[in-house]
């Protein structure tokens, strides 16, 4: 928790498999209750998130992207 805490923002990269992760799960839910921009890295479309990001603002980019989406998404936080 304490990572999370200091982090600027929750970074989740969504595998095939991730939606069935309960550490996964934990992370966002905690992310939410700090107050934590997330950004989302789906490696492909059709991959499902777990279910605590369903409704979870969050900047979606894909892998190549991923560097401009985190950039973006702290640059908010700063001007906020």
């Given at each position: ?10 970074i989740v990269i969504v595998g ?19 107050h934590k921009p997330v950004v989302?890295?789906?490696?492909a479309p059709g991959f499902v ?32």
């Open positions: 928790m304490a990572r999370l805490k200091d982090a600027r923002a929750l095939e498999t991730t939606y069935r992760s309960e550490w996964v799960e934990h992370e966002a839910r905690l992310a939410r209750e700090l989302i890295v789906k490696l998130l777990p279910e605590a990001l369903y409704d979870v603002q969050a900047v979606w980019t894909d892998p190549s992207r991923c560097e401009d989406a985190v950039a973006t998404i702290l640059a908010q936080q700063k001007g906020s």
